[in-house]
Nanobody, 120 residues
Framework: QVQLVESGGGLVQPGGSLRLSCAASGSIFSINSMGWYRQAPGKQRDLVATITNSDRTNYADSVKGRFTISRDNAKNTVYLQMNSLKPEDTAVYYC??????????????WGEGTLVTVSS
């Protein structure tokens, strides 16, 4: 079994900052890429940012220059530093990982999500 556990969500005022964390644990052989997605009420789940095991990053246009994704491979953890937050960033943020489990099967796993609310 593999688990992804997100933390760091909450309520923040416009212009503020939050840092999300996602730790992967369990029957992991190696992690390929990790990323963050978000889903606002009534909308589809969209890409926010991804990072590969060689630290190649990709961002949605809406967050470029404001959000930074990083990872600690030793801790199987990915972070999302969110600055200059806007009300439209309000969503449930989900962590995702593409990895080889201990059976050497390539799988995609998701966390349960953490709510980020940007409001005054």
């Amino acid at each position: 079994q593999v688990q992804l556990v997100e933390s760091g969500g909450g309520l923040v005022q416009p212009g503020g900052s939050l840092r999300l964390s996602c730790a992967a644990s369990g029957s992991i052989f190696s992690i390929n890429s990790m990323g963050w997605y978000r889903q606002a009420p009534g909308k589809q789940r969209d890409l926010v940012a991804t990072i590969t095991n060689s630290d190649r990053t990709n961002y949605a246009d809406s967050v470029k220059g404001r959000f930074t994704i990083s990872r600690d491979n030793a801790k199987n953890t990915v972070y999302l530093q969110m600055n200059s937050l806007k009300p439209e960033d309000t969503a449930v943020y989900y962590c995702s990982a593409y990895l080889f489990n201990e059976r050497r099967t390539f799988m995609n796993y998701w966390g349960e999500g953490t709510l980020v609310t940007v409001s005054s």
